[in-house]
């Protein structure tokens, strides 16, 4: 015969097991964002929990709000030489190139720096016209949309 202690026991540490096997799935981070490929960028969080854009090739036409001192990370591939990136606007402005060499992209960081619309445009030459024998391929033009609030 089980004694009343040994019931109540028995039946706390079946309360703490299930407790602990519910609590298991928590420390799991949370997945990576996925890369949209439509005309809406995809975002990331950021430390202080405020979105920010990312912007990829499949990103191209992409309409960008953003609040002044917002900023927005471009990435294109690394299989194209990009020229110097063109902003037709004074409502952002765009970081030099800054990805580290031999990375699979090219990267640049969209700044607002006022309210306003301002578009980014950046055209890309396969590098494989640089190959012997080179390639066929056509430039790539790139551009977004921003609409600085």
Same mark, same amino acid.
């Given at each position: 015969?089980?004694?009343?202690?040994?019931?109540?026991?028995?039946?706390?540490?079946?309360?703490?097991?299930?407790?602990?096997?519910?609590?298991?799935?928590?420390?799991?981070?949370?997945?990576?964002?996925?890369?949209?490929?439509?005309?809406?960028?995809?975002?990331?969080?950021?430390?202080?929990?405020?979105?920010?854009?990312?912007?990829?090739?499949?990103?191209?036409?992409?309409? #960008?709000?953003?609040?002044?001192? $917002? *900023? =927005? +990370? &471009?990435? %294109?591939?690394? /299989?194209?030489?990009?020229?110097?990136?063109?902003?037709?606007?004074?409502?952002?402005?765009?970081?030099?190139?800054?990805?580290?060499?031999?990375?699979?992209?090219?990267?640049?960081? #969209?700044?607002?720096?006022?309210? $306003? *619309? =301002? +578009? &980014?445009? %950046?055209?890309? /030459?396969?590098?494989?016209?640089?190959?012997?024998?080179?390639?066929?391929?056509?430039?790539?033009?790139?551009?977004?949309?921003?609409?600085?609030?």
């Amino acid at each position: 015969m089980r004694t009343p202690i040994r019931r109540w026991s028995s039946g706390l540490a079946a309360v703490l097991l299930l407790l602990a096997l519910h609590s298991c799935g928590d420390d799991e981070p949370d997945p990576e964002p996925v890369v949209q490929t439509s005309k809406t960028p995809s975002s990331t969080q950021s430390a202080t929990s405020t979105p920010i854009p990312v912007l990829r090739i499949g990103d191209n036409g992409a309409d #960008v709000a953003l609040h002044v001192g $917002g *900023t =927005a +990370s &471009v990435f %294109l591939p690394a /299989s194209y030489t990009w020229e110097e990136p063109v902003v037709d606007g004074d409502a952002v402005t765009i970081s030099r190139d800054i990805s580290d060499a031999g990375s699979s992209s090219r990267s640049w960081t #969209v700044t607002a720096q006022r309210a $306003g *619309t =301002a +578009s &980014v445009t %950046l055209t890309g /030459s396969p590098a494989c016209r640089s190959e012997t024998p080179s390639c066929a391929m056509p430039d790539e033009s790139w551009t977004a949309q921003f609409t600085v609030q």
